[in-house]
């Protein structure tokens, strides 16, 4: 089975204590996202990495920033955590498959982050 | 804004079919119909796609219409881990960059 984690899965911190989030899949996919989801506005596209050392910014990405050192692992970084950036958070990979349209988004369980 | 639109919420009984529409009307020759569904405390799962032919899979049927500005999630024999809200969403794949706009979906109930 194709599987997307993430660590940790709940996470409470005080405002201006930095965040990791981590993210792995073990598909060997190349492209990954980090999102986040909020009552009534739907997923929030943070960044998106193409591959190693390969990122770019999403809709969202003020306040946080990404780290991709290997192919498998996706990290998702707050400095000085805001309330405002309580959410929960979802990675996801990209399986391209074998035919050009057969593209799907595997999603991990999240974490779900409170900053106080 | 949204580029869908479906119902809040089904009911259904353990093991009948059901049928979740969405209507997408002004739908791009390039788009494709995804659907997701998302359980609580969970990541959104993908279920199936299509660009104007039915498919199927382990999971559904995806019935689209003619003049592709509708689709229909058929679902055989509900069960309660079926329970979830389903997302119907457009996207057009391998573009990389992809935003996932979900909105409500429709939540469907699944009675035992």
Redesign the interface.
């Known amino acids: 089975d194709m599987k ?1 984690t993430q660590m940790p899965r709940y996470l409470i911190k005080r405002m201006g204590e930095n965040v990791l989030l981590e993210c792995g899949q073990d598909m060997s996919h190349e ?1 990954m ?1 980090w ?1 986040r ?1 909020d009552p ?1 506005l ?4 943070i960044y ?1 990495s ?1 591959d190693v050392d390969s990122n ?1 910014e ?2 969202i990405p003020k306040g946080y920033r990404v780290s991709r050192k290997k192919r498998e692992h996706f990290s998702l970084i707050l400095d000085s955590a805001k309330t405002n950036q309580t959410s929960v958070y ?1 990675c ?1 990979s ?1 399986s ?1 498959g074998t035919n ?11 974490t779900r982050l409170l900053v106080l | 804004d949204a580029k869908t639109t479906q119902p809040d919420s089904m009911e259904s009984t353990e093991g009948e079919t059901v049928h979740l529409p969405c209507s997408h009307a002004t739908i791009s020759g390039n788009e494709y119909i995804y659907w997701y569904r998302q359980v609580p405390l969970q990541g959104p799962e993908y279920v199936t796609h299509g660009l104007q032919q039915n498919t199927t899979n382990s999971m559904a049927f995806l019935a689209i219409a003619s003049d592709r500005k509708s689709s229909t999630l058929i679902l055989p024999h509900v069960s309660l881990r079926d329970a979830a809200v389903y997302h119907c969403i457009l996207r057009v794949p391998l573009t990389g960059y992809q935003n996932f706009y979900f909105g409500k979906g429709t939540s469907l109930t699944v009675i035992p």
């Open positions: 997307v492209t996202y999102y989801q009534g739907g997923l929030q596209l998106i193409y770019s999403g809709d979802f996801a990209r391209p050009f349209n057969q593209d799907t988004q595997y999603f991990g369980p999240g």
